[in-house]
């Protein structure tokens, strides 16, 4: 089961923006004074599913300076324009791939986020936080095709975040994850493990 979550983005974004506004949005959805921090890495490289280079964390002062979701090109290079980045939650192993696409015309265009957790509780919350971010930020709509937590669907992330934010609680961060998933009964308590060890 593919289990990315997707944004569109009707206007650009400053990686800035979508940041602080993930972070909020972990936050709120789990019902939590805050959530752990969120690290944008850029420059990470793989070889066969091997991590060969840790990247770099991006800064604050290159996170207010770039921007995603800017129209791009497209005759130049004949291949829709993509750019890549990894989110890590600090304090474990959880990541989530976050990939902004640049559609070409004849595909419709636009720009879309779509991003790929861990299948763990913990990525998955943190992907769907930040496809909600992405979207509220840039006035776009949440795709859940692929998980299909909230039944029925919607696209709406002010409803999204509404219709399934868990009551403040005293729960950590991890456990506060799984309760968060295993609202959705209907997914027979996927995912199974919590966070990566």
Do not use: K
């Amino acid at each position: 089961m593919s289990v990315d979550l997707e944004a569109t983005l009707p206007r650009p974004l400053a990686l800035a923006t979508v940041m602080d506004a993930a972070q909020g949005t972990l936050a709120e959805l789990l019902g939590l004074d805050a959530a752990p921090r969120l690290h944008l890495i850029a420059d990470r490289r793989y070889e066969q599913g091997r991590r060969l280079s840790a990247g770099r964390q991006v800064d604050r002062a290159e996170l207010r300076s770039t921007v995603i979701g800017e129209s791009v090109d497209h005759e130049v290079d004949a291949m829709p324009h993509s750019v890549h980045y990894e989110v890590d939650v600090a304090g474990g192993n959880d990541t989530v791939w976050m990939m902004i696409i640049h559609h070409l015309s004849e595909a419709g265009g636009g720009v879309e986020a779509v991003l790929s957790p861990n299948r763990t509780c913990v990525g998955v919350v943190t992907a769907t936080a930040l496809a909600l971010a992405v979207a509220s930020s840039a006035g776009g709509e949440f795709v859940d095709e692929q998980i299909g937590m909230l039944r029925p669907r919607s696209s709406d992330p002010a409803h999204v975040i509404a219709a399934t934010r868990l009551p403040p609680g005293s729960d950590d961060f991890v456990s506060a994850c799984e309760r968060y998933l295993r609202q959705f009964s209907h997914l027979n308590g996927w995912p199974g493990s919590l966070s990566m060890p």
